[in-house]
């Protein structure tokens, strides 16, 4: 008997059934389809229900959907969502400029970007060169001298020989 039980479809599965399948028997699973059948033959709740869906269903297909004059020919004209564009492809035209001359500070503003990052760089690192240090406290008179120095004049990079 647990069996026949275990084999057979409860009124609940069944409307379950009705609401994902439709009334339309062809349109069940097999497996369920028989199971339905026998919950329709023993439960005159479960015919009741099945016929109150295809009443519902016929009124359902009455109904007819309204027509939209140009509908189509509305939405064939519509124009279609800009394309996203790959990230390197975005870059490189940010970085081009223009034909505005005003557009060469983005070429500009990319190349110093390197120096900025050294300055920073160096802000947060001492790079072995300590406060502390006794030679610190003349550096900015040895930068000093060496910016007044004339390299010009010198004989760097020249060839010296012997003759």
């Known amino acids: 008997m647990k069996r026949r039980q275990a084999e057979t479809m409860n009124l609940e599965e069944f409307t379950h059934l009705l609401d994902v399948r439709g009334c339309e028997r062809a349109a069940w699973p097999a497996r369920e389809r028989e199971h339905a059948e026998v919950l329709l033959r023993e439960s005159a709740e479960a015919r009741d229900l099945l016929q109150s869906q295809q009443r519902m269903e016929g009124l359902l297909d009455r109904i007819e959907a309204p027509e939209f004059a140009g509908l189509e020919a509305r939405v064939m004209r519509q124009p279609l969502p800009a394309r996203t564009r790959a990230l390197a492809d975005r870059i490189v035209d940010w970085l081009t400029p223009g034909n505005t001359p005003l557009a060469w500070w983005r070429p500009a503003f990319a190349a110093c970007l390197p120096v900025a990052f050294g300055i920073a760089l160096s802000g947060w690192f001492s790079f072995g ?8 406290a003349y550096w900015d008179q ?4 060496l910016s007044l120095y004339e390299y010009a004049d010198s004989e760097i990079g020249t060839e010296t020989g012997n003759e």
């Open 142 to 145: 040895e930068l000093y001298l």
């Open 129 to 136: 060169v300590d406060a502390q240090d006794p030679g610190y």
